[in-house]
Nanobody, 118 residues
Framework: QLVESGGGSVQPGGSLRLSCVAS????????IGWFRQAPGKERQSVSC????????DYADSVKGRFTISRDNAKSAVYLQMDSLEPEDTATYYC?????????????WGQGTLVTVSA
C-alpha cells in the first residue's frame, strides 16, 4: 500500500512537503508518481520519478516550484511544493507505476488534501 501525508492549508506563496511511504511491495522496482485532483476536475499527473531517482518529470504548471525525490532505503517518495498558488488546491495522490513513469499504475494511495488560500 501507499500512504500519503503532509497535506494541509497554506497561504499563497507558502510551502508544503508531501510524503508517500510504500509497504507490502517492492517500491524500489516501481516509478512513483504524484497526481492531483481538484473538485470537479479530472485527475492529472503532477510529477514522476524513476526507480533510481535519476530521472524526474513535471507538469508544466509546477515546473520550477515542485521537486520530487525518493529515498529507497525508506521506501519513500517526497514532493516538495514551494511558491504554492490557489490553483494548486487539490487532493494529491501518489501511485506506483510499473515500467517507468509512462507505465501503468499498480497501486494508489488514499490521497492527502492541499488547500492554498489567503
Amino acid at each position: 500500500q501507499l500512504v500519503e501525508s503532509g497535506g494541509g492549508s497554506v497561504q499563497p506563496g507558502g510551502s508544503l512537503r508531501l510524503s508517500c511511504v510504500a509497504s507490502g511491495f517492492a517500491a524500489d522496482y516501481h516509478a512513483i508518481g504524484w497526481f492531483r485532483q481538484a473538485p470537479g476536475k479530472e485527475r492529472q499527473s503532477v510529477s514522476c520519478i524513476n526507480t533510481s531517482g535519476t530521472r524526474t518529470d513535471y507538469a508544466d504548471s509546477v515546473k520550477g516550484r515542485f521537486t520530487i525525490s525518493r529515498d529507497n532505503a525508506k521506501s519513500a517518495v517526497y514532493l516538495q511544493m514551494d511558491s504554492l498558488e490557489p490553483e494548486d488546491t487539490a487532493t494529491y495522490y501518489c501511485a506506483a507505476l510499473n515500467r517507468g513513469c509512462s507505465g501503468v499504475v499498480r497501486f494508489w494511495g488514499q490521497g492527502t488534501l492541499v488547500t492554498v488560500s489567503a
